[in-house]
């Protein structure tokens, strides 16, 4: 069993598995009335304005973005979440923090699990949070050759693919450990980031 990821992706899943009569439109009528959706999915509308992106990276991990999600219920301490998303892969990475918190906790969570694995990104691009504002973030940042790109508020030609991606995390928590809140930090291992899908695998 596992979650779907709307109608499209639904379908390709079940297609080379499964043919019956009239399947394509009972899947859609099925994914449409799905109530879980509909009591955990955000409502989408139309950001106004005309949107200035920014250029596509030469390769992975060159470029990234981070923010957090926080007031969460607190799940085995933790109670935020740390957001890595790369603008060329579209993959992310997604750690817990305890807050409060100070920008050498999260250079230390930041270094043990995306430094390791992909070196130093030489633009981060990140909101105006007091963490990245701070002095120790800058000197941090400077030290190691890379630059700090920083935005404003309701800004999507920045920031806006993590905030998206934000709201499928959420989405994915919500949908799979409504009844179990304080469990959602075992769960952020199965949730992996492409573009703007998230799936989860209930084990």
């Known amino acids: 069993v596992g979650g779907h990821s709307g109608f499209p992706v639904t379908y390709k899943r079940i297609l080379p598995l499964f043919r019956w009569l009239g399947m394509k439109n009972f899947i859609k009528s099925q994914v449409q009335s799905c109530l879980i959706c509909q009591q955990a999915k955000p409502e989408r509308v139309q950001y106004p304005g005309l949107l200035s992106p920014l250029p596509v990276p030469?390769?992975?991990w060159d470029t990234v973005s981070m923010d957090f999600?926080?007031?969460?219920?607190?799940?085995?301490?933790?109670?935020?979440?740390?957001?890595?998303?790369d603008k060329?892969?579209?993959?992310?990475?997604?750690?817990?923090?305890?807050?409060?918190?100070?920008?050498?906790?999260?250079?230390?969570?930041?270094?043990?699990n995306v430094y390791k694995l992909h070196g130093?990104?030489?633009?981060?691009?990140?909101?105006?949070?007091?963490?990245?504002?701070?002095?120790f973030w800058k000197i941090l940042i400077s030290r190691t050759g890379a630059e700090l790109n920083m935005s404003?508020?309701?800004h999507p030609e920045t920031d806006g693919h993590t905030e998206r991606v934000n709201q499928?995390?959420?989405?994915f928590l919500r949908c799979f450990i409504s009844a179990h809140p304080a469990k959602w930090s075992k769960w952020l291992s199965f949730s992996v980031s492409s573009g703007t899908t998230l799936t989860g695998i209930l084990p």
Do not use: W
Not at 90 to 103: D, E
């Open 58 to 60: 030469s390769k992975a």
């Open 152 to 154: 404003i508020a309701y």
């Open 168 to 171: 499928q995390i959420e989405c």
């Open 120 to 135: 130093m990104p030489r633009l981060i691009i990140c909101d105006r949070d007091p963490i990245f504002t701070s002095a």
């Open 69 to 85: 999600i926080s007031g969460l219920p607190s799940s085995y301490q933790y109670n935020c979440i740390l957001v890595v998303i």
């Open 88 to 112: 060329f892969s579209k993959y992310g990475h997604f750690m817990g923090l305890t807050h409060p918190f100070n920008a050498q906790k999260v250079a230390e969570i930041f270094l043990d």
